[in-house]
């Protein structure tokens, strides 16, 4: 299994200039920040583009600015919902129809983000072949022939691949969830 | 916090991959960022290069070589409007 590098480790690395850090911190968050986008304020695919992009313009030339490196993820999301609101607003002068979600909502979202992303992190700690199996699945919403012909497996195999792929990960979170065995 | 395989599955879908472009682009933002500082340094030494930029911002910074990607444009707008 992979060990992955928390948050704030990852932060500290792009502080201290290491040019694969900021790569990996975009590949970390970006599908945070497009889910807020798109799921969240249900924008537009050029209008989540935009917010998207300013969002890590911001957060790369902001960085230095974040008190707390282990608060990355929150500075994000806090991130993108001003920008989502300042696009809606904009939007809203050309076309006054257009709504602004309900931000008890946008929280609601948020809060199971969170739980997903700590799935994800899971999901990277089991790595591939699991990672590749559920994501196809869950996350593209590929079909079982699909996955079974992108991964030479015969596809009659993939429903019980992911079946087990989801204990793998259970067990993982399962595990986090108790802590560290005390020493 | 205990999860099945269900709730695993129902999180895993609410994040699907931003479009591969996207991620791309952000992660050209430290090489866009070092061409703004280049571009700035340059537009403040070469008056000729400033006349260009505010002419014709996205046509100056392909010919001084640079790829007038969206964060440059942006940015170095920016810049020529508070100037």
């Known amino acids: 299994m992979a060990v992955e590098q928390s948050d704030a480790q990852l932060v500290a690395r792009c502080r201290a200039g290491d040019p694969a850090a900021w790569n990996e911190l975009v590949e970390r968050f970006s599908r945070y920040v497009f889910a807020i986008c798109s799921r969240g304020y249900r924008l537009a695919p050029h209008d989540a583009e935009d917010v998207f992009q300013e969002v890590f313009a911001r957060a790369f030339e902001r960085l230095s600015e974040l008190r707390s490196d282990e608060a990355v993820r929150p500075w994000l999301a806090q991130l993108t919902r001003r920008l989502c609101v300042d696009r809606l607003r904009v939007l809203a002068r050309d076309a006054p129809a257009t709504a602004e979600p309900d931000e008890r909502e946008v929280d609601d979202l948020l809060a199971a983000l969170d739980d997903a992303m700590a799935v994800r992190a899971a999901l990277d700690e089991v790595g591939d072949p699991c990672r590749e199996i559920l994501d196809r699945f869950f996350c593209r919403d590929e079909s079982y022939r699909t996955i079974g012909e992108a991964l030479g497996l015969p596809a009659g195999t993939i429903a019980s691949r992911i079946s087990r792929c989801l204990e793998k990960v259970r067990t993982v979170l399962h595990g986090r969830s108790r802590g560290p065995a005390p020493s | ?83």
């Open chain 2, 1 to 83: 916090m205990a999860y099945d395989e269900e709730q695993i599955g129902r999180l895993l879908r609410l994040l699907p991959p931003a479009p591969e472009g996207w991620v791309r682009a952000a992660q050209e933002l430290p090489a866009a960022r070092a061409a703004l500082d280049e571009l700035v340094a340059l537009a403040e030494r070469d008056a000729a290069f400033r006349l260009q930029l505010q002419a014709d911002l996205e046509r100056a910074v392909a010919a001084a070589g640079y790829e007038p990607s969206p964060y440059l444009v942006s940015r170095l707008r920016r810049l020529l409007e508070a100037v």
